[in-house]
């Protein structure tokens, strides 16, 4: 059983950054792809990127050179640097970890995760 918990959310102003954090209590960390999704009150779990158990990324083209993924399977912690932040950024962020049938998928739809985090609230102001 996987237990994420993320960490880092906020209240930030338009054009500013956050960091986002996600601890997994699994020692088969690497055996498992890693996301960050998002969820408003208009809208489902919107997947924004991913990485794979090699470190292959995937994001959504809402976020684009503007947000980067990353792990280091050695913490068992998986980040989310957030540059750029606009208003239509806030949302509810949470962490899955998934298990993956091939060492570099990265999946953004939510059926392909198994555990989720409790999420960190992100607001961003204009």
């Known amino acids: 059983q996987v237990q994420l918990a993320e960490s880092g959310g906020g209240s930030v102003q338009a054009g500013g950054s956050l960091n986002l954090s996600c601890v997994a209590s699994e020692l088969a960390y690497t055996r498992y792809c890693m996301a960050w999704f998002r969820q408003t009150p208009d809208n489902g779990h919107e997947g924004i990127a991913a990485i794979s158990r090699y470190g292959a990324t995937m994001y959504a083209e809402s976020v684009k050179g503007r947000f980067t993924i990353s792990r280091d399977n050695a913490e068992n912690t998986l980040s989310l640097q957030m540059n750029s932040l606009k208003p239509e950024d806030t949302a509810m962020y949470y962490c899955?970890?998934?298990?993956?049938?091939?060492?570099?998928?990265?999946?953004?739809?939510?059926?392909?995760?198994?555990?989720w985090g409790q999420g960190t609230q992100v607001a961003v102001s204009s």
């Open positions: 899955a970890a998934g298990r993956s049938a091939g060492a570099y998928a990265r999946p953004l739809w939510p059926s392909a995760y198994d555990y």
